[in-house]
């Protein structure tokens, strides 16, 4: 067997190497993302338990803000302070969570554009009804469908199509 890889080594010189220097890359950029990453798994512990809380908090109809010491959160101590910008993405994403468990969150609207999969200049865009609850759900889509003209409303025109879709949903509001 030593022979017969010699001799492939041989024939093969260039794309072993290549397969080399790749694997080397590979090996390189993984041990540069681990040694990056250490503070945002810190921050992970953290926010997971942060989060943890306040769902707890929330199922009693309370809010609760827990404020973790860097010791009890797993975060190095020395040099690790998160960007403003970061910190302040995780907050966000902490209170719209809250908002989620709340059912405060705004609702998708009833009315989206359908586009067909025609191409070019015979593409035509449907309304397809967001809320529509079938018997038969491996049926389709529900459009909007008018009546006298026996017919699903579609338009050519997509900016048509977009005061259309929002005449749609503005009707929906007031109701």
Known sequence: MGYKFRKFARRNKTALRVAA????????????????????????RSTTAALAARLAG?????????????????APSEGAELPAALRDALRALADRQDDVIRGKTHKRPRWSIFISSLPGPERKYLFLDNEAKSKWPELGNALHYDGPLKAFTSFSDPEAAITFCQHLNSQEETK
Request: charged content about 15%; glycine content about 12%; overall charge negative.
């Open 21 to 44: 220097g790749i694997a080397g890359v590979l090996v390189l950029a993984t041990m540069i993302t681990t040694r990056e990453t250490a503070p945002l798994a810190a921050l992970a």
């Open 58 to 74: 929330l199922a009693g109809g309370e809010s609760v803000v827990v404020e973790l010491s860097d010791a009890e959160a797993g």
